[in-house]
Nanobody
Framework: QVQLVESGGGLVQAGGSLTLSCAAS????????MGWYRQAPGKQRELVAT???????NYADSVKGRCTISRDNAKNTVYLQMNSLKPEDTAVYYC????????????WGQGTQVTVSS
């Protein structure tokens, strides 16, 4: 079994910064792509950013230039550094991790609330 523990959410003023982290633990053979998604009230869950095992990154247009995704393979942890936050960034942020064990299985974190006040 695999567990994902997210942390780092909170309340911040517009223009501020937050760093989210998501640590995977348990029966892990190999972690493939790691990513962050978000879901605002009344909206569908959407991609924020992903990072492959090789370090290639992909960002939603809405966060390009403001967010940086990174990973620490030794710690099985993915991070999302968010700068210049806007009220429209308010959402529950979820990490998603693709783990090979032995087939590829997607795991989701429990979600962490990010609230940006204007």
């Amino acid at each position: 079994q695999v567990q994902l523990v997210e942390s780092g959410g909170g309340l911040v003023q517009a223009g501020g910064s937050l760093t989210l982290s998501c640590a995977a633990s348990g029966s892990i053979f190999r972690i493939n792509t790691m990513g962050w998604y978000r879901q605002a009230p009344g909206k569908q869950r959407e991609l924020v950013a992903t990072i492959t095992s090789g370090g290639s990154t992909n960002y939603a247009d809405s966060v390009k230039g403001r967010c940086t995704i990174s990973r620490d393979n030794a710690k099985n942890t993915v991070y999302l550094q968010m700068n210049s936050l806007k009220p429209e960034d308010t959402a529950v942020y979820y990490c998603k991790v693709l783990i090979l064990s032995p087939t590829v299985v997607a795991y989701w974190g429990q979600g962490t609330q990010v609230t940006v006040s204007s």
